[in-house]
């Protein structure tokens, strides 16, 4: 059975940093580019960093280059975001998707991410 399993979001002031985790099981994780997505309330569910299934090749929306980063140990079947600097416009749902290409696609359930003071 397969399963991906973020965790790590939460409420944080801007200016303030959170580390979302998203775990993999029941597929070889190793194989995989790892996404993660965001989805605001009202707003089409949007690409935020990909990282090949080696980890060697990063790739990051516009909006947060410079203050995301994406990463992956693949002997611990995750897949992390480390987010710096977080504004108010980074308040949504983070999904993380594994990705092998055609019907080899699956989701987590998401983490909510809160950016307020």
């Known amino acids: 059975q397969v399963q991906l399993v973020e965790s790590g979001g939460g409420l944080v002031a801007p200016g303030g940093s959170l580390r979302l985790s998203c775990t993999g099981s029941g597929f070889t994780f190793s194989n995989y580019f790892m996404h993660w997505y965001r989805q605001a309330p009202g707003k089409e569910r949007e690409l935020v960093a990909s990282?090949?299934?080696?980890?060697?090749?990063?790739k990051y929306a516009d909006s947060v280059k410079g203050r995301f980063t994406i990463s992956r140990e693949n002997a611990k079947n995750t897949v992390y975001l480390q987010m710096n600097s977080l504004k108010p416009e980074d308040t949504a749902a983070y999904f993380c998707k594994a990705d092998a290409g055609g019907s080899y696609q699956y989701w987590g359930q998401g983490t909510q991410v809160t950016v307020s003071s």
């Open positions: 990282i090949s299934s080696g980890g060697n090749s990063r």
